[in-house]
């Protein structure tokens, strides 16, 4: 399995400079991370690590491709349990997600349904739940069959956390050419789920990995948070049993994974430990 780095690296910077910074580590292999539809402030005047989902596919697989990388997928987290709004992350930006991995031939948008933030969102009950986050993938889903696209659904809510809940989306959506699973070792964990039980579930369907381990500080809050973005300890220092999920998706159909920690040294510890099991 192939090791990228989340291009996040250093706050308040350029794409550009996250790129430079992964190369610079010694990766191969990174993610569209950070997105946004139309244009932004922020990138404009450089403060801002984010692409737009109206860019030029070329123009921005050239600028991986400047520093020596391979973009591996474009990754369009949501917020699918709060109605749907202009202001919210949701249905159109993820089809948006979809049609720029196309034309820079990716073949992987990893997206989730988030945690809800308002009372109507937070008063869904399981059945609603399930409803409203099929509803709003049914049509970007039926896009990315049609582009030769996966839409891979990332344990980073209260549905996608649990292994009944990513079940039961995988089922309702159908296309399972064109639907997987994008296992995060932490933030399933955190949802109060075993990510060893979750990999072997899903084994068959887990096309990428999100890698970290989860401090100790964190037990208490299993199952009450759904996810988090990156974590600051390297992995195998944690309670995550980083190896046994290895030791499965190893064997999965997932060419491509990323590392979602932050620190140089801890990147740095976590690739390592990573190439001591097998990874590239």
């Known amino acids: 399995m192939k ?22 580590m010694g990766f191969k292999y990174a993610d569209v991370t950070d997105n946004h539809p139309g244009g932004l402030l922020g990138r404009e005047f450089g403060f801002s690590a984010t692409a737009s989902l109206d860019d030029n ?18 990754c369009a987290h949501a917020n699918l349990l709060d109605a749907s709004a202009p202001s919210r992350y949701g249905n ?14 990716l073949r992987d948008v990893v997206t989730t349904e988030g945690e809800p933030h308002t009372e ?10 399930i409803f409203i986050i099929v509803e709003k993938l049914i049509e970007p889903v ?17 549905v996608t956390g649990t292994i009944d809940g990513m079940g039961e989306l995988l089922d309702r959506l ?12 932490g ?19 887990i096309h990428h990995v999100h890698w970290k381990d989860m401090g100790a500080e964190w037990n208490d809050k299993r199952g009450t948070v759904y996810g988090c973005g ?17 030791d499965i998706v190893k064997d999965s159909p997932a060419e491509h994974s990323t590392l979602e920690i932050a620190g140089d040294d801890a990147v740095l510890e976590s690739y390592a430990f990573l190439k001591s099991l097998g990874a590239e």
């Open 3 to 24: 090791v990228g780095c989340f291009a996040l690296v250093d706050p308040f910077s350029t794409l550009d400079h996250q790129l430079s910074r992964i190369a610079g």
């Open 57 to 74: 596919p070329g123009d921005l697989l050239q600028q991986f491709r400047t520093h020596g990388l391979e973009a591996t997928s474009v």
């Open 92 to 105: 159109a930006e993820i089809s948006k997600a979809i049609k720029l991995a196309a034309g820079m031939g």
């Open 120 to 129: 109507w969102g937070k008063s869904l009950s399981r059945e609603e739940q």
């Open 142 to 158: 039926r896009l990315a069959a049609a582009l030769g696209i996966r839409v891979l659904l990332e344990p980073h809510g209260p």
């Open 174 to 185: 159908g296309h399972p050419e064109a639907v997987g699973v994008n296992l995060d070792t």
């Open 187 to 205: 933030n399933s964990w955190l949802a109060g789920t075993d990510p060893v039980a979750m990999a072997a579930a899903f084994k068959d369907r």
């Open 230 to 246: 990156m974590t600051l300890i390297a992995l195998g220092a944690g309670e995550v049993d980083v190896a046994g999920v290895y």
